[in-house]
């Protein structure tokens, strides 16, 4: 089917950066909106930016002006660029990608593995 494959979490001091990449892969035929979440021991995944075919982002209260998502359609691939980086950013990050897939035209939601990003205060 499909796979996301995450790479770029890290350690990182407080206010420094850290980008995240994604790439899916497998039998695609188009890929919809790509988003980012993050996921803390106790809490829910919460949502952290999205980019959808179009373009269009939309970004948590809590990252805006900090993080940047963007996207390469060419390559299948959604980055999260985190500037000014703080503890409670501290989370492991999951991508999430809407893809209609060859096999049977087939639409549906995929995640990536998760990347661990820790920021030291």
């Known amino acids: 089917q499909v796979q996301l494959v995450e790479a770029g979490g890290g350690l990182v001091q407080a206010g420094g950066s850290l980008g995240l990449s994604c790439t899916a892969s497998?039998?695609?035929?188009?890929?919809?909106?790509l988003g980012w979440f993050r996921q803390t021991p106790g809490k829910q995944r919460e949502l952290v930016a999205t980019s959808t075919s179009g373009g269009i982002t939309n970004y948590a209260d809590s990252v805006k002006g900090r993080f940047t998502i963007s996207r390469d359609n060419a390559k299948n691939t959604v980055y999260l660029q985190m500037n000014s980086l703080k503890p409670e950013d501290t989370a492991v990050y999951y991508c999430?990608?809407?893809?209609?897939?060859?096999?049977?035209?087939?639409?549906?939601?995929?995640w990536g593995q998760g990347t661990q990003v820790t920021v030291s205060s």
């Open positions: 999430h990608a809407v893809v209609t897939s060859t096999q049977a035209m087939r639409t549906t939601g995929y």
């Open positions: 497998g039998r695609i035929f188009i890929v919809g909106t």
